[in-house]
């Protein structure tokens, strides 16, 4: 097991090392779990079901228009 360190600093926030980062493959917007018990803290990385999770939703705006009329608005026509 490798040992790596970082401060918190006053806002509470914490600098995932990079070396950390890589192991664990996280990116800018990932989402990490903090578990603790007792005097253990667990941090994991919070995997989504599908890569297609994020866009669930994010076109219910549209919800029950024409998808036909939808794309002769998009392309101009």
């Known amino acids: ?11 509470g926030q914490v600098t995932i ?5 890589e192991r664990m493959g996280l990116r ?12 253990i803290l667990q941090v994991r990385k919070v995997r989504r079901r599908s890569k297609l ?3 669930v939703g994010y076109l ?14 998009m392309r101009g026509s």
Do not use: C, F, N, Y
């Open 1 to 11: 097991m490798e040992t790596v360190r970082s401060k918190l600093t006053s806002k």
């Open 17 to 21: 090392p990079k070396e950390v980062r």
């Open 28 to 39: 800018a917007g990932d989402e990490i779990e903090w578990r603790t018990e007792r005097s």
């Open 53 to 55: 999770d994020k866009w």
């Open 60 to 73: 219910k705006d549209l919800e029950g228009q024409d998808p036909d009329e939808l794309v002769r608005e």
